[in-house]
Nanobody
Framework: QVRLVESGGGLVQAGGSLRLSCAAS????????MGWYRQAPGKQRELVAA???????NYTDSVKGRFTISRDNAKNTVYLQMNSLKPEDTAVYFC?????????????WGQGTQVTVSS
């Protein structure tokens, strides 16, 4: 069983910064990617940023240049540094871990952390 625990959400004014953390624990094998998704009210969940096992990163266009994803492999923790926040960044942010082996794959989710950006 893998558990993801997120922290770091909150309320911030536009232009401010927040740093999200997601710590993974449990029987963790075959990690291929870790990432952050977000879901705003009435909208579908969308990928914000991901970091692949080799270290490469992907970002959705709307956060490029403002958000940075990083990972501490020793701690099985992924971070999302969010700068220059905008009201449209308001959403529940979910941590995701994707793992796979020769005959299996599994996606794990955290419980979500609320990020609210006021104008």
């Amino acid at each position: 069983q893998v558990r993801l625990v997120e922290s770091g959400g909150g309320l911030v004014q536009a232009g401010g910064s927040l740093r999200l953390s997601c710590a993974a624990s449990g029987n963790i094998v075959g990690i291929k990617a870790m990432g952050w998704y977000r879901q705003a009210p009435g909208k579908q969940r969308e990928l914000v940023a991901a970091i692949i096992s080799g270290g490469s990163t992907n970002y959705t266009d709307s956060v490029k240049g403002r958000f940075t994803i990083s990972r501490d492999n020793a701690k099985n923790t992924v971070y999302l540094q969010m700068n220059s926040l905008k009201p449209e960044d308001t959403a529940v942010y979910f941590c995701n871990l994707y793992a796979e082996g020769r005959m299996w794959s599994q996606s794990y989710w955290g419980q979500g952390t609320q990020v609210t950006v006021s104008s």
